[in-house]
């Protein structure tokens, strides 16, 4: 069974700096895509970041380019996102998403493409 759990959520001011991190479970981590998506509220799911299996390849949302870093420890399973000058509109849940595809060499951005999610961490950005 598959699991992907969040941590490193919380309430930062902004300009400040979180780090997310993402432990899974259950298969070989090395060998699957992965992303990072958020929700608001009353918005939808959105894509933030995604890293190929091998982390040859990143995509960033426009919204966090040159601000959030996605990357991967293959050794030890685990997904990260360091987030640079948060601003109050990155506040969100913030999901950890797993690809169904071994070894895919695309990234997607959709949530319909992703087939394990973790519960999400909330991440606030207010002074």
């Known amino acids: 069974q598959v699991q992907l759990v969040e941590s490193g959520g919380g309430l930062v001011q902004p300009g400040g700096s979180l780090r997310l991190s993402c432990a899974s479970s259950?298969?070989?981590?090395?060998?699957?895509?992965m992303a990072w998506f958020r929700q608001a509220p009353g918005k939808e799911r959105e894509i933030v970041s995604a890293?190929?299996?091998?982390?040859?390849?990143?995509y960033y949302a426009d919204a966090v380019k040159g601000r959030f870093t996605i990357s991967r420890d293959n050794a030890k399973n685990t997904l990260y996102l360091q987030m640079d000058s948060l601003q109050p509109a990155d506040t969100a849940v913030y999901y950890c998403?797993?690809?169904?595809?071994?070894?895919?060499?695309?990234?997607?951005?959709?949530?319909?493409?992703?087939?394990?999610w973790g519960q999400g961490t909330q991440v606030t950005v207010s002074s």
């Open positions: 998403a797993g690809d169904r595809r071994l070894q895919s060499p695309l990234i997607f951005t959709l949530t319909s493409e992703y087939q394990y």
């Open positions: 259950g298969r070989i981590f090395s060998n699957y895509g």
């Open positions: 890293i190929k299996f091998n982390g040859g390849t990143t």
